[in-house]
């Protein structure tokens, strides 16, 4: 079969009917930055409020980080990577505690998507769409992500309902359920997949954007802060 690189990698896509407590907001990140203290033996620093650690320093090089359970773990690079959370010794002798990437990353796959379900248009929030169509596990139907048209000239501005703007979704024609998460898109015309998602109020698709949940949204763009700060660190830790 000649598809388009499109359809290949579309393929068959796998939507995880993970049900994972809602997370939001519920973590503490940030950065403590604990005061030149000494450069040679050990120096006491803060974990969170309430966890601490002893860094165990020769000669201005950090060697290990000992937990209070007696762990101890080196230093690589200026950097001692704990379960959930990275130490980073400055070359000016601070110290930086970030959550690790990957933990951020998780929180960032966690993140919950709007669907609206294809006959009703009912709303599903669920942090287990990876894609679309999602498979809406209660009942199995076809859920596809909510779309919203910010062109400002579009009808559509003043057709929102409740605090919601209109929202509509891109259904593409042909898809198949394989079992309860799994879809198959190789029956999908080859043009039904290749075009933008186009708003059906004023026809135009330069304008649609993925609705975010608006906490979500939040979220998403202090988690992506949150990467780009420790990264910095990183860097600078290995300057
Ligand atoms: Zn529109």
New binding site residues.
């Given amino acids: 079969m000649n598809f388009p690189k499109t359809i290949r990698r579309a393929g068959l896509v796998i939507a995880p009917l993970a049900l994972v407590a809602f997370l939001v907001g519920c973590r503490q990140e940030g950065t403590t930055v604990t005061p030149v203290v000494s450069k040679d033996g050990e120096e006491t620093i803060h974990l969170s409020d309430t966890e601490t650690a002893t860094i165990l320093w020769e000669r201005g090089r950090p060697v290990a980080l000992k937990k209070t359970n007696g762990e101890r773990i080196p230093f690589q690079q200026r950097e001692a990577a704990l379960e959930k959370r990275i130490v980073l010794a400055m070359p000016d002798g601070s110290i930086e505690v970030h959550r690790r990437p990957d933990v951020v990353n998780e929180d960032l796959d966690g993140l919950h998507h709007l669907y609206l379900k294809e006959a009703s248009l009912a709303e599903v929030i669920t942090d287990g769409g990876k894609g679309e169509p999602y498979i809406d596990p209660s009942d199995g139907a076809f859920c596809w992500t909510a779309r919203t048209?910010t062109?400002p000239d579009?009808p559509?501005q003043t057709m929102g309902q409740g605090d919601r703007p209109y929202l509509f979704i891109n259904r593409l024609p042909g898809v198949k359920k394989l079992s309860a998460d799994r879809v198959d898109f190789t029956g999908v015309p080859a043009a039904a997949l290749e075009a933008p998602p186009k708003?059906p109020?004023?026809g135009?698709s330069e304008?649609v954007e993925v609705y975010e949940l608006p906490d979500v949204g939040e979220r998403r763009q202090q988690l992506a802060k949150e990467l780009g700060t420790v990264r910095s660190a990183r860097d600078r830790a290995r300057e």
Avoid: P
Wanted: charged residues 0%; proline residues 0%.
């Fill in positions: 048209c062109n579009c559509s708003c109020v004023c135009n304008y």
